[in-house]
């Protein structure tokens, strides 16, 4: 049964869970990236163990397999020029235009390459830790994208909620507290994409709503940003229509969306500054 | 008590949390992390004291939270009332059995979460839940079962290993010898 001490000790604890639910959001976000400073060395150590085995693997591939990967690469990388030559052409036009037109000048989008450092233990958010902060000029709800597709292709991923100076937290996209407008890339149909039905178990799978009762959807149709609400920029791939279904009396349409990114395999991630 | 089994314990709670926030197979696989915190909480409290269990509550709550989007020392309080639970009922627990440890391990699996959603939700949060949260709630409950009667075990062989054995005191009182014989 309960003893003078264990009253004592609860009363204590509670005291002290009140203390910490009752500060302010910035002094309890500062705090919790101190308290996890504290795993400092062991994100070093991890970091450490990662590059003696990446060294080791590279060490052990053979000489023909490198040379193979070197001419795929240098095949790759010519094309690529040759792409962004083509690029630049385009992008001059369209400031041309724009400026004959008199629309504002679009600004290219600057990135830095980020680690992921630590995902969040709790199966009912979806965050994870990155190794910049604002002494690398990231700042809050900046957009954070990831290249990890065998395709190449930039996905999205979400944004950055919280700023600490060498670690940052970022909303993956399925979190209940992220949503983003998005529009279907073949048919021009515009929603918001939020968590899925399936959002506590599965991070694969978001929900693209509030599309209009006209909508023509196909599985396989292309989702990506509208860029409404000017948090995100236009046109970044999301995912991929895999099927819909009418909702509230056939006033509107919500489709299921395949994420782009894989959010169990994300190593690296770019965050894009304004 | 000596200094050996609060510190492993402690060391295996930072640790324990670390580990769930870099290595995503049994969550990939089963759908659920692995969670340490509430059997630590359970072998805490059956092995050491109330201030112990106090202290792992509150430090492995803020380590856990501090990797997490809940809100500063949610966890605390969950880990703190199970093993204070336990702690009022040691006396009528049977600690050393196993199948007692696994049904303690399996309700603190399942109670630690389910408290820290009932106090995320009395908060106004929306944490992401469903179907799948039945799901995650029983591999948990079921992790937390097969973890703990090992950690009983891995703690008590540590403790046998780097301390001394406690004396017992013989009830043998040669003042109370009865002399046999011709005296």
């Known amino acids: ?274 | 008590m000596t200094w050996t089994q609060p510190t492993l314990l402690l060391l295996t709670a930072f640790l324990g949390v670390w580990a769930e926030t870099q290595f995503l197979l049994f969550r990939n696989v089963l759908g659920a992390p692995l969670h340490i915190l509430p059997s630590l909480v359970v072998v805490t409290a059956l092995q050491s004291s109330t201030r112990m269990t106090a202290l792992l509550s509150v430090l492995g709550g803020l380590w856990f939270d501090s990797f997490s989007d809940n809100p500063l020392g949610v966890t605390i309080l969950p880990l703190f009332a199970v093993g204070i639970g336990i702690r009022s009922f040691e006396a009528l627990l049977l600690r050393d059995l196993p199948y007692a440890q696994v049904l303690l391990g399996t309700a603190a699996g399942v109670l630690v979460p389910l408290l820290t959603l009932a106090i995320l939700l009395t908060l106004g949060l929306n944490p992401a839940l469903g179907w799948a949260t039945y799901w995650q709630l029983a591999v948990m409950g079921a992790s937390g079962g097969l973890i703990t009667p090992l950690l009983v075990h891995v703690f008590v062989r540590v403790d046998r290993a780097l301390n001394y054995p406690a004396m017992v005191e013989s009830s043998f009182r040669p003042d109370r010898e009865i002399k046999r014989g011709r005296l």
């Open chain 1, 1 to 274: 049964m309960l003893k003078k001490t264990h009253y004592i000790a609860f009363t204590v604890v509670l005291a002290l869970v009140l203390a910490l639910l009752k500060l302010p959001d910035q002094t309890s976000a500062r705090f919790k990236l101190a308290v996890s400073s504290l795993f400092l060395p062991l994100f070093g150590a991890s970091t450490a163990v990662g590059r003696v085995a990446d060294a080791t693997g590279i060490a052990v591939q053979p000489k023909s397999y490198i040379v193979r990967q070197n001419e795929v690469l240098r095949k790759e990388n010519a094309d690529l020029r040759l792409l962004q030559q083509q690029a630049n052409e385009l992008l001059a036009e369209n400031q041309r235009l724009r400026q004959s037109v008199g629309w504002q000048k679009q600004l290219p989008w600057k990135s830095r390459l980020g680690q992921v450092i630590a995902r969040d233990p709790a199966t009912w958010w979806h965050t994870i830790q990155i190794d910049l902060g604002s002494r690398d000029g990231v700042q809050l709800n900046m957009p954070v994208l990831t290249n990890q597709r065998p395709d190449g292709r930039i996905a999205l991923v979400g944004k950055v909620t919280v700023v600490g100076e060498s670690r940052s937290r970022v909303v993956l996209l399925g979190d209940p507290k992220l949503r983003v407008a998005a529009l279907v890339q073949e048919t021009r149909d515009q929603g918001v994409v939020g968590p899925g039905k399936g959002a506590a178990l599965s991070t694969d799978f978001v929900e693209l709503g509030y599309l209009s009762r006209n909508s023509i959807l196909k599985p396989g149709q292309t989702v990506v940003t509208s860029g409404d609400g000017g948090l995100f920029p236009k046109g970044i791939l999301i995912g991929t229509v895999v099927d819909s279904q009418s909702v509230d009396y056939g006033m509107s349409f919500d489709a299921r969306v395949k994420l782009a990114a894989d959010f169990g395999k994300l190593e690296e991630v770019w965050v894009i500054q304004p």
